[in-house]
């Protein structure tokens, strides 16, 4: 990889300043296409999350037996919308603007299993590594009821196989609860950010938890090699793995069907916007592609990274994408939000998708705080930090006159438009976390 040489990089893309200055930026991608231009660049279609949706559909059974509490949604995975009409005031006080339509929060935050939106890719990668292990051994039928899975016969099969991944913490979550339910081996490689009660939940689940004093990067890295030196080891890669993307893409018709329940109309104008936390990109960019198939150029999706770990940002604003990272720009990637401290993005996620997403923005980690404090204040909903990244969305779009005139979204339409900020954690936080995490808001 080369040197990446600042001064060069600022004079051609002065907004690179801003960011190493850590100041809260916002940019609205001038390059956008319609779903119809963009979509041959995923490399993926609406064929392949049809596919991920029958087989979490197959596994559905097997979930309500492994996982008592996925009962009520009988085995499937999923979360609630909330109205947030205090929230939205607040948000229009604090930042000085008219947020024109209704300001919703997505739940993945209180989603069963592991409590974040990691239960969405990292749960259906391990299914569809297992399922595909017990087909290969003639054990297994795609026709078959997989509640046969819940079995010690099946246990001991798992359990000749390991799965090893990296993670800052909640994707360690998903995958370790996930594999060792099966009965797998599974190994947790964990960045020096993670959570202490993360580590240790796991470790009750019978999961192996490798610390390293290092960053994601670092942890990713040394989780690969050790799967290289086993051929019964699968490594799930985060940085590129289209089988992630591909379960959290499910999102995309599930909400449709959510929002016509509620009678929650997206289209020509009623435009929908969602804000997406980033960390690697495969969460915010798997559920931004679900979305784009199921709404089209109606949706509007903006992803919102920490000042201190912008990656996804400078990757897709300077067309490097994995080949910088914060580091090389000076950034610490240190930050508080679980899951977005990742300094390099992944390049799949952001050349797949620097089409279809409207915008990128930046915020502090107190302003994270601030509003943690202020939605449990507003609307008694706890989440953790990272969660909050999308809440300062809808001001920033509002605010932005030269996109939404770009992009011809009159005040018409927007008196009618839903944002839809996605709480992507915080569910499962300790009390005595969350207590530390309001101690910290400063409201
Ligand atoms: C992982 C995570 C994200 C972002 O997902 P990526 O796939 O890393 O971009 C956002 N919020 C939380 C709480 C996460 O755990």
Redesign the pocket.
């Known amino acids: 990889m080369k040197n990446i040489d600042i001064q060069t990089l600022i004079s051609e893309y002065p907004l690179v300043k801003r960011l190493i200055n850590l100041d809260d930026v916002t940019w609205f991608n001038p390059a956008i296409t319609t779903l119809e231009e963009g979509l041959p660049y995923v490399g993926l279609n609406a064929g392949n999350v049809k596919d991920a949706e029958d087989r979490l559909n197959r596994f559905a059974p097997y979930l309500c037996q492994a996982f008592p509490e996925t009962q009520v949604t009988n085995g499937i995975i999923e979360s609630e919308v909330v109205s947030l009409p205090n929230m939205q005031k607040t948000l229009e006080q604090r930042y000085g603007v008219n947020i024109a339509g209704k300001v919703l929060l997505k739940k993945d935050s209180h989603l069963p299993i592991s409590g974040?939106?990691?239960a969405r890719?990292g749960i259906y990668e391990v299914l569809t590594h297992a399922e595909k292990l017990a087909i290969q051994a003639g054990l297994l039928t795609e026709q078959e009821d997989y509640s046969k899975l819940f079995s010690d016969a099946f246990r001991t099969f798992f359990s000749q196989y390991s799965i090893a991944v990296g993670s800052?913490?909640?994707?360690g979550m998903s995958i370790g609860i996930m594999s060792a339910k099966l009965g797998f081996s599974v190994s947790v490689h964990m960045s020096a950010d993670a959570r202490e009660w993360k580590k240790q939940k796991l470790r009750s689940h019978g999961v192996n938890v490798v610390e390293y004093e290092q960053d994601y990067g670092v942890a990713v890295e040394q989780g690969r090699k050790e799967a290289e030196s086993d051929p019964n080891c699968f490594f799930i890669d985060?940085e590129n793995s289209q089988t992630?993307f591909l379960g959290?893409s499910v999102a995309g018709q599930r909400l449709k069907k959510q929002f016509s329940e509620m009678k929650i109309t997206v289209d020509d104008t009623h435009p929908l916007f969602v804000y997406l936390?980033?960390?690697?990109?495969?969460?915010?960019?798997g559920v931004a592609f679900g979305l784009k198939l199921a709404f089209g150029d109606n949706v509007h999706c903006i992803f919102a990274e920490p000042t201190h770990s912008p990656c996804m940002l400078l990757g897709v604003h300077t067309g490097l994408h994995d080949h910088v990272s914060v580091q090389d720009i000076g950034i610490d990637n240190i930050t508080a939000?679980?899951?977005?401290a990742?300094g390099r993005a992944s390049g799949f996620v952001g050349r797949a998708m620097e089409r279809l997403l409207d915008g990128y923005y930046t915020l502090s980690d107190q302003e994270m705080y601030d509003l943690l404090g202020l939605l449990n204040r507003d609307e008694g909903i706890k989440l953790?930090p990272?969660?909050l990244?999308g809440m300062v969305g809808p001001s920033r779009i509002s605010a932005n006159t030269e996109y939404l005139q770009r992009m011809n979204l009159t005040p018409e339409k927007m008196e009618q438009a839903t944002h839809l900020v996605w709480a992507?954690?915080?569910g499962m936080v300790p009390q005595e976390e969350m207590a530390k995490y309001l101690a910290t808001a400063k409201i």
């Open positions: 974040s939106i990691k890719g800052t913490g909640n994707l985060d992630l959290y936390p980033c960390g690697v990109g495969g969460g915010p960019g939000a679980d899951g977005l990742v953790e990272s969660a990244a992507t954690g915080g």
